[in-house]
């Protein structure tokens, strides 16, 4: 699989776009790109999957350049309860061997 | 259940005793996961079942943990002569093979050892 390199932390304020970019320089062709958020105490939970271009959902936005070498998960207008960590995965669609990173901290301040 | 449900939520143990944790994956659901997760680190992948295929068990930290998947669907992970270091909280997260690669994990089961 793919390996990820993700920030260790960010910090923003309430109402500022955050963009979180995650670095697959190995990609493979039949890879995918998720990624998933998980608050304290909780499993994480799926966001939001991409092959290219761009992705959005009711969530967030997923950029991903022409050479997939890297994508950026983008969360508009954040509040304080999208403090979490941010995971990114690169694996082939239906492969579902899944292995974290270490994710990124996001920490949203009043 | 609509989710992914593991037991005992909570688990304190005494060093050296046996632990088995319980996952009730998703119904349909061929794929299930496990993992660890000690305070304020990363989910270390522990142990993959996929359908009827051989378990990825290249994650299990040592021989004293193993998990079983019972007719494709609730899994039991087993910790033998727990040590002090095994307390985390343990993940479990099953998906579709084929939809994608969404899984669902569920609250996770808190185990300390005493």
């Known amino acids: 699989l793919a390996k990820t390199t993700q920030p260790i932390s960010m910090d923003s304020y309430e109402g500022q776009e955050v963009n979180i970019t995650c670095s697959h320089n190995?990609?493979?062709?039949?890879?995918?790109i998720t990624w998933y958020q998980q608050f304290p105490s909780q499993g994480p939970r799926f966001i939001i999957q991409?092959?290219?271009t761009k992705v959005t959902n009711e969530v967030a936005s997923l950029f991903i350049p022409a050479d997939r070498k890297s994508s950026t998960l983008s969360l508009p207008r954040v509040s304080l309860s999208d403090t979490a960590v941010y995971y990114c995965?690169?694996?082939?669609?239906?492969?579902?061997?899944?292995?974290f990173g270490a994710g990124t901290r996001l920490t949203v301040k009043p | 259940g609509a989710g992914v449900s593991q037991s005992p939520s909570n688990k304190v143990t005494e060093k050296g005793k046996d632990v088995e944790l319980r996952c009730d994956p998703i119904?349909?659901?061929?794929?299930l996961y496990w993992y660890r997760q000690s305070l304020g680190q990363g989910l270390e992948f522990l142990i993959y079942?996929?359908?009827?295929?051989?378990?990825?068990k290249s994650g299990l930290p040592s021989d004293r943990f193993s998990a079983e998947r019972t007719g494709g669907s609730v899994s039991t992970l087993t910790i033998q002569r727990t040590q002090q270091e095994d307390s985390a909280v343990y993940l479990c997260?099953?998906?579709?093979?084929?939809?994608?690669?969404?899984?669902?994990f569920g609250q996770g089961t808190r185990l300390t050892v005493v």
């Open positions: 190995n990609i493979a062709t039949n890879d995918y």
């Open positions: 079942f996929q359908g009827n295929s051989a378990p990825d």
């Open positions: 991409g092959y290219k």
């Open positions: 995965l690169v694996g082939p669609r239906g492969n579902n061997d899944m292995r």
């Open positions: 119904s349909g659901h061929t794929a």
């Open positions: 997260a099953s998906s579709l093979r084929g939809e994608g690669t969404e899984a669902f």
